[in-house]
């Protein structure tokens, strides 16, 4: 059975510092590229970071870049979010996806395996 397990979400305060994990397992997702979504209540889930399955090149949403990184262990079927300097609209469930293909698309679609989700909220 393949999982995404997610980890790392909390409660913090702006200006803080999260680290979101994201363990696979069942296969390996070495040859595909790995995201990161988050979905705010009322809102639709949005495109958060992405790396390519190499970990060659990396994207983000233009209101993360600068204070979000996202890194992948091939090794160890793994991705990490770190998030610097959060803000109050961070707040949101965040998702770990694996791609179809090798390359970061920002379309829902183009994912297959999801996580549960772990919370982050971020207080004023």
């Known amino acids: 059975q393949v999982q995404l397990v997610e980890s790392g979400g909390g409660l913090v305060q702006a200006g803080g510092s999260l680290r979101l994990s994201c363990a696979a397992s069942?296969?390996?997702?070495?040859?595909?590229?790995m995201c990161w979504f988050r979905q705010a209540p009322g809102k639709e889930r949005e495109f958060v970071a992405g790396?390519?399955?190499?970990?060659?090149?990396?994207y983000y949403a233009d209101s993360v870049k600068g204070r979000l990184g996202i890194s992948r262990n091939n090794a160890n079927n793994t991705v990490t979010l770190q998030m610097n300097s959060l803000k109050p609209q961070d707040t949101a469930v965040y998702y770990c996806?694996?791609?179809?293909?090798?390359?970061?698309?920002?379309?829902?679609?183009?994912?297959?395996?999801w996580g549960q989700g772990t919370q982050v909220t971020v207080s004023s």
């Open positions: 996806a694996a791609g179809k293909y090798y390359g970061v698309t920002e379309s829902l679609d183009d994912y297959d395996y």
């Open positions: 069942g296969r390996s997702f070495s040859n595909n590229a």
């Open positions: 790396i390519t399955w190499n970990g060659g090149r990396t």
